[in-house]
Nanobody
Framework: QVQLVESGGGLVQAGDSLRLSCAAS????????MGWFRQAPGKERVLVAA????????RYGDPVKGRFTISRDNAKNTVHLQMNSLKPEDTAVYTC???????????????????WGQGTQVTVSS
């Protein structure tokens, strides 16, 4: 059983940066693809970014391309999401997720992800 704990959310102004972190425990981290998803009020949860266990494959949701960067540290069982040039429409609950992916496929559909953190709130004021 994999446990995921996010940190780093908060209230910022438009144009600011934030760095989210997700600490994983209870599994073999290097076999898991990791994803960040977000859900804004009244909207469905969507992909923000995902990274394969090797780090060789990365996917971003269209709204964040060029502004957000996902990375992982397999030695520390952590995954990070660097968010730059934040916009009010980035306001959402950001949740870390994990998918057992020994073949380095990197799914982007949230239904493939088996483990989820509690989420961290990111609020961007205009």
């Amino acid at each position: 059983q994999v446990q995921l704990v996010e940190s780093g959310g908060g209230l910022v102004q438009a144009g600011d940066s934030l760095r989210l972190s997700c600490a994983a425990s209870g599994g073999t981290f290097i076999t898991y693809a990791m994803g960040w998803f977000r859900q804004a009020p009244g909207k469905e949860r969507v992909l923000v970014a995902a990274i394969s266990w090797s780090g060789r494959k990365i996917r971003y949701g269209d709204p964040v391309k060029g502004r957000f960067t996902i990375s992982r540290d397999n030695a520390k069982n952590t995954v990070h999401l660097q968010m730059n040039s934040l916009k009010p429409e980035d306001t959402a609950v950001y949740t870390c997720s994990a998918h057992l992916d020994p073949f380095d496929v990197l799914p982007v559909d949230q239904s493939a992800y088996n483990y989820w953190g509690q989420g961290t709130q990111v609020t961007v004021s205009s």
